[in-house]
């Protein structure tokens, strides 16, 4: 299939982002930097379901927004890895849970301090997080953190 060129809108500013068709079913995705993401079904290789990426931005927000308050008293080269496990119901053909996991090393910190950094990092996300933000009534959404409840 030949290639094909994202249109421009006169609309583009911050925050915009389009897909152009690369074939059946796949899509480019990019953003006005000029960053791209491949999106297509299941059985495209090298590609995000739209699902995907909607589980991509829950985590990638909840990290960049605990970010900052889990950097000052961990250090700022902590590890961290952030998974979203759900998938769609087929009935409702839609997503109506998706758990939120925080995989870090908080064995350093004695209970008190352990347990105010998951408070902290819980209520950063909650504030902060605009993708959790605007799905929070339409999808049941759970945070861990270190293996708590948050």
Same mark, same amino acid.
């Given at each position: 299939? /030949? &290639?094909?060129?994202?249109?421009?809108?006169?609309?583009?500013? /911050?925050?915009?982002?389009?897909?152009?068709?690369? +074939?059946?079913?796949?899509?480019?995705?990019?953003? =006005?930097? +000029?960053?791209?993401?491949?999106?297509?079904?299941? #059985?495209? =290789?090298?590609?995000?379901? /739209?699902? &995907?990426?909607?589980?991509?931005?829950?985590?990638?927000? %909840?990290?960049?927004?605990?970010?900052?308050? %889990? %950097?000052?008293?961990?250090?700022?080269?902590?590890?961290?890895?952030?998974?979203?496990?759900?998938?769609? #119901? /087929?009935?409702?053909?839609?997503?109506?849970?998706?758990? &939120?996991?925080?995989?870090?090393?908080?064995?350093?910190?004695?209970?008190?301090?352990?347990?105010?950094?998951?408070?902290?990092?819980?209520?950063?996300? =909650?504030?902060?997080?605009?993708?959790?933000?605007?799905?929070?009534?339409?999808?049941?959404?759970?945070?861990?953190?270190? +293996?708590?409840?948050?």
């Amino acid at each position: 299939m /030949p &290639e094909h060129a994202h249109q421009v809108s006169a609309h583009i500013g /911050p925050g915009s982002v389009s897909v152009t068709r690369t +074939g059946t079913r796949t899509y480019e995705g990019m953003n =006005e930097r +000029g960053s791209t993401v491949r999106i297509g079904p299941v #059985d495209a =290789e090298g590609h995000f379901t /739209p699902g &995907e990426l909607l589980k991509l931005a829950l985590v990638g927000c %909840a990290g960049m927004s605990s970010d900052r308050v %889990a %950097a000052r008293r961990l250090g700022e080269d902590y590890a961290i890895t952030i998974w979203a496990h759900g998938t769609s #119901d /087929p009935k409702e053909n839609r997503y109506l849970r998706i758990d &939120e996991e925080l995989l870090v090393d908080l064995s350093g910190l004695d209970d008190s301090e352990r347990s105010t950094l998951i408070d902290i990092m819980s209520k950063a996300i =909650e504030r902060a997080c605009t993708v959790a933000r605007s799905v929070h009534d339409s999808i049941d959404l759970e945070t861990t953190i270190d +293996g708590t409840p948050a």
